[in-house]
Structure formats: C-alpha cells, structure tokens
C-alpha cells in the first residue's frame, strides 16, 4: 500500500526566504506525482504535475523535483512572498488508479 | 470558464436526514471523485467514477452513494448511515491522458 509523508507538518519563514517542502513515498512504481496548493476553507489548487518520466517541474517561482529511484520529490519555492502562506500537499498516482495524498505542510511567510 | 462547480459552500442539516452534495464539471473529464477531509487526517477518498454510469467505492465508501448518470455531473449522498458526516467534501475530475487533477471549491456539511 502507498504511503506518502510529508515533512515538515508546518513551517513558518520570513518574507523572501527561499523554502523546500519535502515529499516521499513508499512504492516508486509511480506513474505521476501532483503538487497542490489549500488556501484555508477552500478547495485544491494544482500547482505542478510530474510525470514519472520527468526529473523537475517549474513554474513561475515554483521548481518540483522526482526522484522515483529514492521515493522523493522536493517543491522549492523561491523568493517566498505572505500570499504563499498556505498548506502544501503532494500527491502521487500509479497508473489507472487514485491518488494518495500526503498530509500536507502548513507554510507561513511573514511579513 | 471552465472548471468545478460544488453547490452549496455551506450545508446543515439534522441527524438522521439524508443529504445531496451536487458537483458539476465542464472540462469534459470523463473521471470524477468526491473526498472527505478532517482536520488532521488529510484527504480520503469516498467514491470515483471513470465513466458515465460506472462508480468504484474508495476507503471510505460506508453511509455514503453516488450515482453518474451524466458525465458533467457527480452528486454525493450522505445516508443517515454515516456515523459522522460533519466533514468539508470535495469533488474533483481528472484529465484522460495525464490524470492530472483538478479540485472544486468544496462543501462544508454540519450535522447536528
């Protein structure tokens, strides 16, 4: 059974500190591994999809990396800005089948 | 704009009342999925459907049916069954190719 933890479970920064959030994962028979971000209160934004193929992701200020080898994908956010403030999940897929999330990471940039 | 609709954001309702979370999709995905999200439990999934009129029970399927009888659209029934419904649900639906998910804005149900 795929099991995903993410480390750490909160993390708070000052303003325009580069960051990591840390994903693994136990079965690296993966067919894609998703970034999302949860604003309190509201629904999942997808931020990142990794194929299995793939070794990084950007976008904007946003890198995702996959090492399927060692079961781990980094989301490093540079130059972190108050409106990152959010929880942070990761997700990973085997082929024809669900998603497992992470718990997710609790990220506040301050002011 | 296309996107996920979940209507209503906020639902009460009375213990042992049957209840309808409506969920509609115009990405024309053809997989749908509803989950349950607690406080400290991450997301489970409740159902998924990879196509109109065809369901599969996730982790915690108990108290709870769905039905597709369209492919724009996904409700969720929580039963009198379910022991403790109080939850925020969220629908999602998937690309074909990529699986690539996309999320709803979510329905906090309270029960009292």
């Known amino acids: 059974k795929q099991e995903v933890t993410q480390i750490p479970a909160a993390l708070s920064v000052p303003e325009g500190e580069n960051l990591v959030l840390n994903c693994s994962f136990t079965?690296?028979?993966?067919?894609?591994l998703q970034w999302f971000r949860q604003d309190p209160g509201k629904g999942l934004t997808s931020l990142l999809l990794?194929?299995?193929?793939?070794r990084e992701q950007t976008s904007g200020r946003l890198n995702a990396s996959l090492d399927k080898s060692s079961g781990r994908s980094t989301l490093y956010i540079a130059a972190s800005q108050p409106g990152d403030s959010a929880t942070y999940l990761c997700?990973?897929?085997?082929?024809?089948?669900?998603?497992?999330f992470g718990e997710g990471t609790q990220l506040t940039v301050n002011p | 704009d296309g996107g996920i609709t979940q209507s209503p954001k906020y639902l009460f309702r009375k213990e042992g009342q049957n209840v309808t979370l409506s969920c509609e999709q115009n990405?024309?995905?053809?997989?749908m999925y509803w989950y349950r999200q607690d406080p400290g439990q991450g997301l489970r999934l409740i159902y998924y459907?990879?196509?109109?009129?065809?369901?599969q029970k996730g982790d915690i399927a108990e108290g709870y049916s769905v039905s597709r009888e369209k492919k724009e659209s996904f409700p969720l029934t929580v039963t009198s069954a379910q022991k403790n419904p109080t939850a925020f649900y969220l629908c999602?639906?998937?690309?074909?190719?990529?699986?690539?998910?996309?999320f709803g804005p979510g329905t906090r149900l309270t029960v009292t």
């Open positions: 999602a639906s998937s690309t074909d190719v990529t699986y690539e998910q996309y």
């Open positions: 079965d690296s028979a993966i067919y894609n």
């Open positions: 990794i194929q299995s193929s793939q």
């Open positions: 997700a990973v897929r085997r082929r024809g089948s669900r998603l497992t």
């Open positions: 990405l024309n995905h053809d997989a």
């Open positions: 459907s990879q196509i109109v009129n065809d369901f």
